[in-house]
């Protein structure tokens, strides 16, 4: 924990260094989606700090008394109060989230009570597993979902895209934990092609995953699919596909450079809003898979009523999405440089 003796000057000075060389950045460079990106950063420094407020909050609304939540019922009012003190819970509301605010900085973020370790080395241990997880469900969706969408469009009202739309609206129907619960008697135990659950480190750990990756992609591939479908609908009857056509370029050309380029806008906006999905859907299929992951913890300390575990998890889950639309944001510039991203730059 951090002292209540804690300096302000300290995270004063931190805040001051960490966005002066941002505003002089901004000012000074030229081109337009350096300008873009600086700005965008700059925007999300007060949004964090309003997800630590909120996460903060979250664990102490209603005024439940923390303290006599998560003691024993048989505690006597001298546990229960060495309790409050060893967590702070003391001290003002106000206090306490300036001293797990400031700790954040230091990399402290209190000691989990089911655990009775330290919260920062609980996520760190348990994070790669859940990127890992992430990126190859993510990986699955995209190829997928990118794929059926775009063979809908290119074959609309055919038998194609009445299978597609259907496996689409199939995947998006069904619970993930029935989805799991499917796939491990039948793919796991019935065919042997992949571990029923568990998990090992390494490269060797993608194999105990893929199963579990494979049913979070399918579910959010469905609604890819359905966007890319809609979406390249859309954009192959624009003027300019029509210009391309009778210039003579390659169909392969119009339909992936100039068509599916545009019509991956939306795309990139839904997978960066749903990332923090991809951890909720983790908290089910870690824990039905035995996967040492995020997920698996974050429902650990929900169920232990760890509220230090859960605030942290869910500041961490917050600080994911904020900086995936980041990413999403930086990403339109590239995907489509017609998007207005400021001050035109000199040719």
Request: glycine share 8%; charged share 15%; net charge positive.
């Amino acid at each position: 924990m951090i002292s209540s003796e804690t300096p302000l000057i300290d995270q004063k000075l931190f805040l001051l260094l960490f966005c002066i060389p941002f505003l002089m950045l901004e000012k000074y460079i030229e081109s337009k989606r350096k300008r873009f990106i600086i700005n965008r950063t700059i925007r999300v420094i007060p949004v964090l700090i309003l997800a630590t407020l909120v996460a903060f909050l979250m664990m102490r609304a209603g005024g439940l008394d923390l303290a006599r939540i998560n003691t024993s019922p048989a505690a006597g009012e001298e546990a229960i109060q060495q309790f409050r003190e060893r967590h702070d819970l003391h001290l003002p509301l106000y206090r306490q989230y300036y001293n797990w605010f400031t700790g954040l900085f230091h990399g402290e973020m209190g000691t989990s009570l089911t655990f009775e370790e330290p919260v920062a080395g609980l996520i760190m241990d348990r994070l790669p597993v859940t990127f890992q997880l992430m990126g190859l469900s993510l990986l699955i969706s995209l190829t997928i979902g990118i794929s059926m969408g775009v063979l809908g469009a290119l074959k609309h009202n055919t038998w194609i895209d009445y299978v597609a739309t259907v496996q689409s609206l199939f995947w998006r129907s069904i619970p993930s934990f029935w989805a799991a619960t499917i796939f491990q008697l039948y793919i796991a135990y019935e065919l042997g092609l992949f571990p029923i659950m568990g998990y090992t480190g390494g490269i060797g750990g993608l194999y105990y995953l893929f199963l579990p990756a494979l049913i979070l992609g399918l579910r959010l591939q469905a609604i890819i699919a359905r966007l890319t479908r809609s979406s390249m609908l859309s954009v192959m009857n624009r003027d300019y596909i029509k210009s391309a056509k009778t210039k003579g370029l390659t169909k392969n050309t119009v339909i992936f450079k100039h068509g599916l380029r545009n019509a991956l806008i939306p795309v990139v906006t839904v997978v960066a809003m749903r990332l923090p999905w991809l951890i909720g859907g983790a908290m089910v299929t870690e824990q039905i898979f035995n996967i040492p992951g995020m997920g698996r913890l974050i429902l650990s300390g929900t169920l232990n009523r760890d509220f230090i575990l859960v605030q942290s998890s869910v500041l961490l889950i917050t600080i994911i999405a904020v900086l995936a639309n980041l990413a999403a944001d930086i990403g339109y510039t590239f995907v489509d440089p017609r998007i207005d991203i400021g001050k035109e730059e000199e040719v």
